[in-house]
């Protein structure tokens, strides 16, 4: 603002016009109440740290730990489940997404390689409760020799 130009309201101002810095510091005074002290203000920043989430799958480990432990390959993705929560407590993402990825396939071949035990055995009980119920009965109607 030019110390020259002409006042709208003569007399509010008979000296130099206030700067934008004095009317800054006036409006914080309204708004915050009285003007504490002249320190500079400081602040608080929070980061937030956006993780990755690396699933440890100890869940379904310990499915295929229980159920499906063909060759003791449920106890392994246990195991490696483990390490996996183990490397992501101490913070190291990597480590524990190494871990969790081997778990993962781990899993999968001991459920695809479960189910495909217990297809087999139950093909197996029902193909062979057949063949002993025919064989019985044929030597039922052998021995009939009517």
């Given at each position: 603002?030019?110390?020259n130009?002409q006042?709208?309201?003569?007399?509010?101002?008979?000296q130099?016009?206030?700067?934008?810095?004095?009317?800054?510091e006036e409006?914080?005074?309204?708004?915050l109440g009285?003007?504490?002290?002249?320190?500079?203000?400081?602040t608080?920043?929070?980061?937030?740290?956006?993780?990755?989430?690396?699933?440890?799958y100890?869940?379904?480990?310990?499915?295929n730990?229980?159920?499906?432990?063909l060759?003791?390959?449920g106890?392994v993705?246990?195991?490696?489940s483990?390490?996996?929560r183990?490397?992501?407590?101490?913070d190291?993402?990597?480590?524990?997404?190494?871990?969790?990825?081997t778990?993962k396939?781990?899993?999968?071949?001991?459920l695809v390689l479960?189910?495909?035990?217990?297809?087999?055995?139950?093909?197996?009980?029902?193909?062979?409760?057949?063949?002993?119920?025919?064989?019985?009965?044929?030597?039922i109607?052998g021995?009939?020799?009517?």
């Amino acid at each position: 603002m030019n110390p020259n130009s002409q006042l709208f309201f003569p007399g509010a101002y008979t000296q130099i016009p206030p700067t934008y810095e004095m009317l800054k510091e006036e409006h914080e005074v309204a708004v915050l109440g009285a003007h504490q002290s002249w320190a500079p203000l400081t602040t608080t920043m929070i980061n937030i740290h956006s993780e990755t989430s690396v699933p440890n799958y100890i869940i379904w480990s310990l499915f295929n730990t229980i159920f499906t432990n063909l060759g003791c390959l449920g106890f392994v993705a246990l195991a490696y489940s483990m390490k996996s929560r183990d490397w992501k407590m101490v913070d190291d993402m990597i480590g524990a997404q190494a871990y969790a990825s081997t778990t993962k396939c781990l899993n999968i071949w001991a459920l695809v390689l479960g189910l495909f035990l217990i297809i087999m055995f139950i093909n197996i009980f029902t193909t062979g409760s057949l063949m002993t119920f025919q064989a019985i009965s044929e030597i039922i109607q052998g021995y009939g020799g009517y």
